[in-house]
């Protein structure tokens, strides 16, 4: 029996040098929609990111806290140092560096699309005097001269969801979506209320920024990251939603 003693004592220990590692923190934009994640009473209960998340946290033997928070207060929170983890974000994005994050490799592309009610092709380049549904707080570089010269006019909606909604209503004749959630509206939509892709907007690789700091297994997140890569994790989790 004493011989099992230093085991025990190291199991023990382990045990509860596990249980004493927090949760790792990942920010969840309240802005987005399906598939990319569903929101309901605060909490981020499925999609992409949920997914994405949750398994790169097990990789390195921790749990993930899904902090749900406007798009606005995610700037703050990372440069306090409160999220661990921003995850669907690109450096195209992005007017400022977050100096103590490191950049993860891309997980997917972000494709954004001018989408309408009816079938047709045209650039946006070529809307003039026109409303354009747009996600509030979201920048979209390729439009921003057109803004600015007031060539065609934001209209902001709240979420991606409601951006769609608004252009199933026919509140103006064309929006921007990233193409994910406009896969995910078309779902639900009769074959004849189905909206449509006119031109593609932008096309944005999709990574996450990891907190490198003492409490935070970020070169372990990124070791992960690149594993899931490898391993085709990325596409197969993609693939669910698409």
């Given at each position: ?16 040098s596990l249980a004493s590692e927090r949760a790792l923190r990942f920010s969840i934009n309240d802005s987005w929609a399906m598939p990319i994640v569903r929101i309901e009473s ?84 070529q809307l003039l005097n026109q409303r354009l549904g747009t996600v509030l707080g979201f920048t979209y570089p390729r439009l921003d001269p057109l803004f600015a010269s007031g ?92």
């Amino acid at each position: 029996m004493p011989k099992l003693l230093p085991a025990l004592l190291l199991l023990t220990l382990s045990c509860a040098s596990l249980a004493s590692e927090r949760a790792l923190r990942f920010s969840i934009n309240d802005s987005w929609a399906m598939p990319i994640v569903r929101i309901e009473s605060g909490k981020a209960v499925e999609g992409i990111l949920v997914d994405l998340q949750q398994r790169m946290a097990a990789k390195v033997g921790r749990t993930a806290e899904l902090v749900v928070m406007p798009r606005r207060r995610v700037h703050h929170a990372l440069d306090s140092g409160y999220i661990d983890v921003r995850c669907y974000v690109s450096p195209n994005w992005v007017n400022s560096g977050h100096y103590r994050y490191i950049w993860s490799l891309p997980f997917m592309t972000q494709r954004d699309v001018l989408v309408g009610v009816n079938p047709e092709k045209l650039e946006p380049e070529q809307l003039l005097n026109q409303r354009l549904g747009t996600v509030l707080g979201f920048t979209y570089p390729r439009l921003d001269p057109l803004f600015a010269s007031g060539q065609i006019q934001r209209e902001d909606a709240r979420t991606q969801d409601q951006v769609l909604l608004k252009l199933s209503a026919q509140r103006y004749r064309y929006a921007i979506s990233n193409e994910l959630s406009l896969q995910w509206f078309n779902r639900h939509q009769a074959p004849g209320q189905k909206l449509h892709i006119i031109s593609e907007v932008a096309a944005d690789p999709v990574a996450c920024i990891i907190r490198d700091a003492p409490d935070v297994p970020t070169m372990a997140l990124l070791r992960a990251m690149v594993q899931m890569q490898q391993a085709g994790e990325f596409d197969q989790l993609l693939a669910r939603y698409r």
